[in-house]
């Protein structure tokens, strides 16, 4: 794969494609660095807010297109399929290519596939659009950690991560908002048209205030002779995310043969271990093993996965449980918001209530333990409407609040300048897998169980987890 690569590369050369330089003024400005965090937080944005509105369509989707909720849930499903695919070894192109070369790709390609899915006349088509929607998720988000954490200060890395955390959180807040005014006043394909200006507002304000990845603003892989790819890796990494995820839809009541579910978890742990041996042995692996292996990286990735894991949780499985109780979807939407909303206020401003002296390790645990918290409340309280629902969920965001930025800075502190983008690549891949496993975990539960014993029974689980997050951090 060295050969493409490089071609790729020296077409952007000649056509003169190559990372344009910010305008004098804006590069010479003390500030500077806080105009790319901003831009950064319009992709984050523009992610979370489409995750959030999607699973606010679900009842909408099931009824235009005839299909049931095991069905409609891969309109999620196949989101982040691509996206936990692709986040690492887009890390590794932009490592090459160029991060802003990249970064505005994704917002192009985002934008246009939205358009697309807003269009689409059937479910296929939907999900389609939806999987090459990822395509530009991914090369935005592949890119997010390692432009803020390698264009801050150091002493600015945890406010930065902690803004595109918020930023995140505040896609995520309007997500349940915005979802139920839509389907109830609008349409379901304003779910998806809505992407379309914040992505050629993204792609603007990045031209002008990202800064150039390389000085020359020439692709790494033009000057270097190894760019070799890993393509064995990415598709092992694709076959054992798919299958796992398949496995899990199949259990949900995804029309497939009985034996699929046993057969496709045997699928999902023989690519593993083929990723892992892979990694292992390849020259340029798109999951760098000595970069994993790090006791302080391989602990804050687990830490990453289960927080977006008990985020994404509450946000599926709460609109179902609170319709089951007759609630209105605008209700629900309103109500479930006060999680992301904590989220933001807590990543922003909540670690100004903590004590100065203590490390980002010490605010992780804070932060699990109020998360946990809050959702052992939500599994014990007593069947409560939306706002008695709204409180657990407060504590739980709020505590999320704290964990993630926390976490993020103490592994992008630990990953090497020259693998930034492979580095946030790792990091938002298990983010993304985190949201994957939090998509199919309720519905899972809802089909075995129902959605009152599994409004009960998944907060439940998700406090454990939350403790386990807890000890990890750090370590």
């Keep these: 794969m060295a050969e493409p690569v490089a071609a790729a590369s020296r077409l952007l050369d000649t056509l003169q494609l190559a990372e344009r330089p910010r305008p004098r003024a804006v590069a010479r400005w003390p500030h500077a660095h806080w105009l790319a965090v901003g831009t950064v937080c319009l992709g984050a944005f ?15 989707l099931e009824h235009r297109f005839d299909a049931g909720f095991a069905a409609v849930e891969w309109v999620s499903l ?7 695919a692709l986040l690492a070894p887009v890390g590794r192109l932009s490592d090459l290519v160029g991060r802003k070369t990249m970064y505005l790709g994704g917002f192009a390609v985002f934008a246009a596939a939205s358009l697309g899915a807003g269009l689409a006349g059937s479910l296929g088509t939907l999900i389609a659009c939806r999987a090459v929607q990822a395509v530009g998720g991914a090369m935005m988000q592949a890119n997010s950690v390692a432009l803020v954490a390698r264009g801050v200060p150091e002493r600015a890395m945890r406010t930065a991560l902690g803004v595109q955390a918020a930023a995140q959180a505040l896609g995520l807040a309007l997500g349940p908002t915005l979802g139920g005014l839509l389907v109830t006043h609008a349409s379901w394909r304003w779910a998806f048209w809505v992407n379309v200006p914040i992505g050629v507002l993204g792609m603007l304000a990045g031209w002008f205030l990202l800064p150039r990845t390389f000085p020359d603003g020439r692709c790494a892989a033009v000057r270097e002779k190894d760019s070799r790819f890993d393509l064995a890796g990415l598709v092992l990494l694709a076959g054992s995310s798919t ?9 949900s009541g995804l029309p497939l043969p009985g034996r699929a579910v046993a057969v496709l978890l045997l699928g999902a742990a023989a690519a593993g271990l083929g990723l892992v041996r892979q990694e292992r042995r390849a020259d340029r692996p798109i999951i760098p093993p000595g970069l994993v292996n790090t006791p302080g990286i391989r602990a804050g ?35 479930i918001t006060a999680l992301p909303a904590a989220f933001a206020l807590a990543a922003t401003a909540g670690g100004g209530l903590l004590p100065r002296r203590w490390t980002d390790a010490a605010r992780c645990r804070c932060g699990a333990l109020t998360a946990a918290a809050g959702l052992l409340a939500l599994a014990v309280l007593p069947a409560p409407g939306p706002w008695a629902a709204a409180l657990p969920l407060l504590a739980a ?30 990091v938002n891949m298990v983010r993304s897998l985190g949201t994957a496993l939090g998509t199919a975990l309720p519905v899972l539960a809802v089909h075995l169980a129902g959605p009152a014993t599994g409004g009960r029974a998944v ?17």
């Design 46 to 60: 523009l992610g979370q807010l489409t995750a959030s509105v999607t699973s606010l369509v679900f009842p909408a």
């Design 78 to 84: 196949a989101y982040l399929l691509v996206l936990v």
């Design 243 to 251: 299958a796992l995820l398949l496995a899990l839809s199949a259990a």
């Design 301 to 335: 990735l687990g830490v990453a996965l289960i927080g977006y894991l008990l985020l994404f949780c509450p946000l599926v499985l709460e609109p179902v449980a609170l319709a089951a109780r007759g609630v209105p979807t605008a209700t629900a939407g309103l109500a």
């Design 397 to 426: 965001g709020y505590g999320l609040g704290l964990l993630l930025p926390a976490n993020n800075a103490l592994v992008m502190r630990a990953i090497p300048a020259q693998s930034s983008a492979v580095g946030g690549g790792l």
């Design 459 to 475: 907060p439940l689980l998700l406090a454990a987890v939350a403790l386990l997050a807890a000890r990890l951090s750090g370590r």
